[in-house]
């Protein structure tokens, strides 16, 4: 598919900038810039002249990733039950359904949501010298929006991305239909309190549904969804709907804050609506990347998903351990931990490291306020070293509640972006390191590559993520990129 261009090839870098500034749809930011910002188009990040260029090599092993991805979820998804049941370790379950409350781990363990994984999936793809490294998984990613809007912009400009400049709402909307099973369906995208910044970029996204003729769909709060006796309803600009398909833009650990969550439960639990992603906490847990490296289940992993791609997501995921208290029998170590080349078997040993030996991060697992965006992640070589060992100490104490993982750091290689400085009215140069966020529409049996953003940070940044000092652009596939 394709957009009319709107600027002539001979427009300048600076003449590109200036039009995406100034044509990204009003109002969609404002709650990402805050309430200082008053210019309808304002956002709280740099603009760059054109998508940022990802090399065809790239831009293939993106698509790969998100078939491993898919093959992960439903592997860990299936691994999860086992163990429940007897037939894998109880470890595994044990540590997903750790500081859950009873209500969550049932509704996660219902039939009815048995087989069901989240049907958008967005890693966090760190660029390194040796290739690429995924520090996170995201289930119930923000940027739907923003980047759909930014790449209908530049495609006014001329150039293609990967995904095509429409593949969000593309890949949304085939992701609704094959979860309805109708062309047409109804979509609710139910925006709690506690996602409020996602609010505007989702409305921008359900608008364009509708637009698309692909969905009838709408964003709204949570009171504003209706429960019959035989289906949840919505008002949308068409009119009254029943609907198909509920996407859950808020967080389990928030449910109980949430209005009229029972009714939306008890309507996916007796299929009168298909509720993405399920209700499965455990999903959303960074500590799968541990059960992936822990060297007791390589042949449930294998078994489960294929030698191949095994392999590509333990190059994929970095190492990473549980933050686990408990005492260790007298002849066990932690799994593939070392200092100095000697297995360890007490996290105290990590104390004494110097700042260059500690190429680690610490982060909440799941299940918690603190366990998205940069917020609890703390780089061990960052610390003092009373610092790093009171975040060790930490992350141990909070087991019972809020799991921690210890994972290896990635170092992000260097890249540069051209973006527009406002002030000066100028096109200037960053200098700095990349963060790819692939978004993956699950259709049936396909993870569909709907887009991807790039997040660019000055070099001297040690976590990459929105910011002022960003440049954030979707992406586009150049022989000369990344």
Not at 76 to 92: D, E, H, K, W
Not at 103 to 124: A, G, Y
Request: glycine share 8%; hydrophobic share 40%.
């Amino acid at each position: 598919m394709a957009c009319s261009a709107k600027l002539r090839p001979q427009d300048t870098p600076l003449d590109r900038a200036r039009y995406v500034h100034e044509h990204l749809a009003p109002n969609l930011f404002r709650s990402v810039a805050g309430p200082e910002t008053t210019e309808p188009s304002a956002v709280a990040w740099r603009l760059a002249p054109q998508p940022f260029p990802l090399a065809p090599k790239t831009v293939e092993r993106l698509r790969v990733i998100g078939a491993d991805l898919l093959k992960l979820y439903r592997a860990a998804n299936r691994a999860y039950f086992m163990s429940v049941r007897g037939t894998a370790p109880a470890f595994i379950h044990e540590y997903l359904d750790i500081g859950k409350p009873e209500h969550i781990v049932r509704l996660q363990r219902q039939n009815r949501f048995k087989s069901e994984i989240p049907t958008l999936l967005r890693p966090d793809i760190i660029l390194t010298e040796d290739g690429m490294i995924a520090s996170e998984l995201d289930s119930i990613p923000g940027g739907m929006g923003f980047v759909g809007a930014m790449g209908a912009v530049y495609c006014e400009l001329g150039f293609d991305q990967v995904g095509e400049y429409d593949g969000m709402v593309r890949g949304f909307a085939r992701m609704a239909q094959s979860l309805a099973g109708k062309e047409q369906p109804t979509v609710a995208i139910v925006v709690s309190p506690e996602s409020e910044d996602y609010r505007s970029e989702m409305s921008w996204l359900s608008q364009a549904l509708r637009t698309s003729g692909l969905a009838h769909a709408v964003t709204l709060h949570p009171e504003d969804v209706f429960f019959t006796e035989e289906a949840l309803v919505v008002d949308t600009p068409e009119g009254r709907r029943t609907v198909d398909v509920l996407y859950r833009n808020f967080e389990l650990f928030d449910l109980l804050n949430i209005p009229k969550q029972e009714l939306m439960l008890y309507a996916a639990r007796h299929k009168r609506v298909v509720m993405t992603p399920p209700p499965k906490a455990f999903l959303e847990e960074k500590l799968i990347f541990a059960l992936l490296h822990n060297t007791s289940l390589r042949g449930l992993w294998r078994t489960e998903l294929g030698d191949e791609v095994f392999e590509r997501l333990l190059a994929l995921m970095p190492q990473t351990w549980v933050l686990d208290p408990r005492p260790l029998p007298p002849q066990a170590v932690i799994d593939g931990l070392a200092v100095d080349g000697r297995e360890i078997r007490e996290w105290s040993a990590l104390y004494g490291l110097s700042k260059s030996e500690r190429q680690y991060v610490v982060k909440p697992s799941g299940f918690s306020e603190l366990a998205w965006g940069s917020r609890g992640v703390y780089i061990a070589d960052d610390l003092t070293r009373d610092e790093w060992m009171a975040v060790i100490d930490g992350g141990l104490a909070t087991f019972d509640k809020t799991p921690q993982i210890l994972q290896q750091y990635h170092k992000a290689r260097r890249v540069r972006s051209d973006y527009l400085d406002v002030p000066s009215g100028s096109i200037r140069t960053l200098d700095g390191r990349v963060r790819l966020c692939p978004y993956y529409f699950v259709v049936g049996d396909e993870s569909v590559l709907g887009g991807v953003l790039a997040t660019v940070v000055p070099a001297n940044k040690r976590l990459i993520h929105g910011m002022s000092e960003a440049v954030m652009a979707p992406c586009m596939e150049d022989a000369s990129g990344y």
